[in-house]
């Protein structure tokens, strides 16, 4: 069965930093266009970064200049380098991608993966 899988989320101070993988579990072609979102507590689910399948990236104004999106077609993972943690930064994020296997391209959610930034 085809997965999204987030990873490396953790407890980090602030000023720390984590890197976040999003893999696939399962046999696809490859992994398209990817996203991270991130939703606080009470909060509703907001964009941080964007990776196109060839390599273009855009970010949120609240993480551009910390945060790096990267990918590794090879791997079939995205990675979300992220610097200078704040705690406003607690969330759990989420990655969002179009796999294409089967001949056909699909629009995943991984599960999440929990960052907490103590001040």
């Known amino acids: 069965q085809v997965q999204l899988v987030e990873s490396g989320g953790g407890l980090v101070p602030a000023g720390g930093s984590l890197r976040l993988s999003c893999t696939t579990s399962g046999s696809i072609d490859n992994i398209g266009d990817t996203n991270w979102y991130r939703q606080a507590p009470g909060k509703q689910r907001e964009f941080v970064a964007t990776i196109t399948s060839g390599g273009s990236t855009s970010y949120a104004d609240s993480v551009k200049g910390r945060f790096t999106i990267s990918r590794d077609n090879a791997k079939n993972t995205v990675y979300l380098q992220m610097n200078s943690l704040k705690p406003e930064d607690t969330a759990g994020y989420f990655c969002?991608?179009?796999?294409?296997?089967?001949?056909?391209?699909?629009?995943?959610w991984g599960q999440g993966t929990q960052v907490t930034v103590s001040s």
């Open positions: 969002n991608a179009k796999l294409r296997w089967g001949g056909r391209l699909y629009d995943y």
